[in-house]
């Protein structure tokens, strides 16, 4: 089973991109991330959407087939980014 939450360096990983870009989309809103006490987590589906938004896809395609795996989606326009 795959993780529902990545840590940031994990999402920076599966992205491509540095630590320091993470936390600039993170910041920006682009990329949606949540905080569990003190831990700062980015949703698997927030990590594809922002790809998917990239690459000119439909996002909702993207958060319908995460709710049939049993995942939940997260808005595209939500943030809880401090």
Sequence with gaps: ???LLLTPPEAA???GIGRTKLYE???S???VSITIDRARRIPR?????????R?????HNLAAS???AGEVAVPSGSSTAD
Excluded: H, N, T
């Design 1 to 3: 089973m795959d993780k």
């Design 13 to 15: 990983m599966m992205l």
């Design 25 to 27: 989309l993170i910041r």
């Design 29 to 31: 809103g682009e990329l």
């Design 45 to 53: 589906v927030a990590a594809e959407a922002y790809v998917a938004r």
């Design 55 to 59: 690459c000119g896809l439909p996002v």
């Design 66 to 68: 995460a709710e049939s």
